[in-house]
């Protein structure tokens, strides 16, 4: 636990104070994020803040795999590295999108062939692997559209993951978890500050590559796969129904839009921290409740299983909920 501690300490304190470097350097590169008709801000904000955030995650996973000799833990910082690579490639110069899931498929193929040979797992896990990488990569890239959603997904998935590996006594797994928290909570006050940061892609594709290469870990090292899903549904469910409603409308996928629940949450009213919160208690709470189905009894398994289902139906009906309350 202790190894744990000072890894996620290190990766807050190296996110926090990166900013004050980074931040110079992408005003003087003129990276900015121009609203479009996806976007929830209105005016020209400078994105590039999931670089610090990249080094904050290397840095402390770094020095947890040195501390408990984990080769695992570096296969962790590479993918989460790597990933966000791509994202600040595209953040610069911009990438074809077949470049970027050509790139993310091989990523996610070799990191999971890696983790299956270092940890002896199946290799049926690899096929998984390239899925989850892929596409958690883009749900992440997708649901980056408020001050503050990333950054509180992160915090609050990375810590799950972080109690599930202290409850099972796996300080490699709490470290990851924690790094990731740490590393995502402390670009939270650039990210909210009066003259804000985004992430950009390099930052959200961080939140997926470490997130997933997190979740592999911690199931390899035996925690259930139900408990490690719990605390993602909501952006896979937000992002699911967003697209399959899109594409029932015949409208091109692949174009800017605002239609995802979160963007109409903020839209009607709930604005940026408002709509961030909706969907941070939401993500909480199916996290409590995988947790639920993974270790408790079966008539309380049912119980979880049906509150998830709630909980999802509800977060997915809430602007309707929100535009008819309004009407009263």
């Known amino acids: 636990m202790t190894t744990a501690l000072l ?16 931040r110079p350097i992408l005003i003087h590169r003129s990276i900015v994020d121009t609203p479009n008709h996806r976007s929830m801000h209105v005016t020209p904000t400078i994105r590039g803040g999931g670089i610090g955030v990249a080094v904050a ?7 947890a795999a040195v501390l408990l000799h984990s080769l695992p833990l570096w ?25 970027r899931f050509g790139l993310q498929v091989v990523l996610g193929l070799v990191a999971t062939w890696v983790l299956v040979v270092s940890m002896d797992a199946t290799f ?5 692997g390239i899925v989850a990488l892929v596409a958690y990569t883009n749900i992440a890239n997708f649901m980056d559209g408020l001050n503050g959603i990333s950054s509180m997904h992160g915090t609050i998935v990375g810590g799950f993951y972080a109690a599930l590996g202290a409850a099972a006594g796996l300080p490699g797994v709490t470290a990851a978890g924690l790094v990731v928290a740490s590393a995502f909570l402390g670009f939270l006050p650039w990210n ?4 804000r940061m985004f992430l950009g892609d390099v930052g959200s594709y961080l939140l997926g590559g470490s997130l997933v ?6 199931a390899f090292s035996g925690i259930s796969f139900v408990a490690l899903i719990g605390p993602v549904l909501v952006y ?24 995802h629940v979160y963007q109409r949450l903020a839209a009607a009213g709930l604005g940026h921290l408002g709509a961030t919160a909706v969907v941070s208690v939401s993500t909480v709470i199916t996290g409590l409740l995988g947790v639920v189905v993974a270790t408790a009894a079966l008539p309380l398994q049912i119980l979880a299983v049906i509150g998830i289902v709630v909980v999802l139906a509800c977060y997915l009906l809430s602007p309707r909920l929100l535009a008819t309350a309004s009407r009263l």
């Open 7 to 22: 890894a996620g300490v290190i990766a807050l304190v190296v996110s926090l104070a990166s900013q004050l470097v980074i």
């Open 124 to 128: 049926w896990w690899i096929p998984l």
């Open 192 to 195: 909210l500050a009066k003259r």
């Open 57 to 63: 995650v290397a840095a402390g996973l770094g020095t």
């Open 236 to 259: 896979v469910a937000d992002t699911g129904t967003t697209i399959l409603a899109r594409w029932r409308r015949g409208e091109a996928l692949h174009e800017a839009h605002r239609s």
């Open 75 to 99: 296969i962790v910082a590479a993918v989460a590295v790597l990933n966000a690579a791509i994202g600040a490639v595209e953040d610069v110069a911009g990438l074809p999108v077949r470049v």
């Open 213 to 218: 290469a997190v979740a592999i870990y911690a």
